[in-house]
């Protein structure tokens, strides 16, 4: 089992920045993957970043530029930058981690927390 806890959300004008991270703890495996998604009302769940843990990164294009996904593997957290927010930012954030072992899949999410950009 893996436990994700987020924190950094809240309200912020657009425009403004907010910093959201993810911390990890339980079995975690060396070799693995954390993101961020997030969900808006109405809406499905989409994918926002992704950071292995060689450092390869990925970014939904409407972030890109705007957001930058960093980690630390010395704490098992993933962080997210967030500058230039735009009210269709407006969504629950969810950090993802997963891993494959031994041709295993782990997936595991948090519980989410809500980041509201207002114009």
């Known amino acids: 089992q893996v436990q994700l806890v987020e924190s950094g959300g809240g309200l912020v004008q657009a425009g403004g920045s907010l910093r959201l991270a993810c911390a990890a703890s339980?079995?975690?495996?060396?070799?693995?993957?954390m993101g961020w998604y997030r969900q808006a009302p109405g809406k499905q769940r989409e994918l926002v970043a992704t950071?292995?843990?060689?450092?390869?990164?990925n970014y939904f294009d409407s972030v890109k530029g705007r957001f930058t996904i960093s980690r630390d593997n010395a704490k098992n957290t993933v962080y997210l930058q967030m500058n230039s927010l735009k009210p269709e930012d407006t969504a629950v954030y969810y950090c993802?981690?997963?891993?494959?072992?031994?041709?295993?899949?782990?997936?595991?999410w948090g519980q989410g927390t809500q980041v509201t950009v207002s114009s």
């Open positions: 950071i292995t843990s060689g450092g390869n990164t």
């Open positions: 993802r981690w997963t891993a494959v072992v031994s041709a295993n899949w782990y997936e595991y």
């Open positions: 339980g079995r975690i495996f060396n070799r693995n993957t």
